[in-house]
């Protein structure tokens, strides 16, 4: 029935017996229909509320999720900003320590070397370890976006 139509006698008669009928368990339970048959509220709108609840809940988690990932993103960048810094201090402190200790060409020569290599291993260690915080990321990712379709 359309909202705003009027209820003939019939229609109201019926609507009273049935309401009266000893098979109703409860008064809301016949209240509830009634008013969602005058007011044109069915399943579909019931079915499009729930189908609304769960996109904002799923929307909810996803933008938490989100937030938290790019918390533990800035907490990393601070923490590698200061590995970095370290390690580089590290390794002028020892540069510096060689060029010191050096007394001819060969030494300079030797020094060179041995402090080139400590870079390239730094540098590998370090290419090492944001590869594999990028492969975390990567997962991270998985799972955030991929929880929202299993919900």
């Known amino acids: 029935m359309a909202a705003g139509a009027r209820i003939d006698a019939t229609q109201a008669a019926g609507l009273v017996r049935e309401l009266n009928s ?15 048959r ?3 509220i069915g ?5 499009a509320a729930a ?3 769960d996109a904002s809940k799923d929307a909810l988690h996803l933008m938490m999720g989100v937030q938290t990932a790019m918390l533990q993103e800035m907490a ?10 370290q ?10 320590s060689k060029i010191a200790s050096a007394h001819s060409v060969g030494d300079i020569r030797t020094m060179w ?32 976006f ?3 379709s299993q919900n």
């Open 22 to 36: 000893p098979m109703r368990l409860n008064k809301e339970q016949a209240m509830t229909e009634v008013s969602a």
């Open 38 to 40: 005058d007011t044109g």
């Open 43 to 47: 399943q579909p709108a019931a079915d």
């Open 51 to 53: 189908r609304f609840s």
């Open 76 to 85: 990393f960048a601070g923490h590698e900003m200061f590995d970095r810094a």
């Open 87 to 96: 390690t580089e201090m590290h390794l002028f402190a020892e540069f510096s």
């Open 113 to 144: 070397v041995e402090c080139s290599r400590h870079q390239l291993d730094y540098i590998r260690r370090d290419t090492d370890r944001l590869l594999r915080h990028g492969e975390q990321m990567i997962e991270t990712a998985t799972k955030l």
């Open 146 to 148: 991929g929880s929202r």
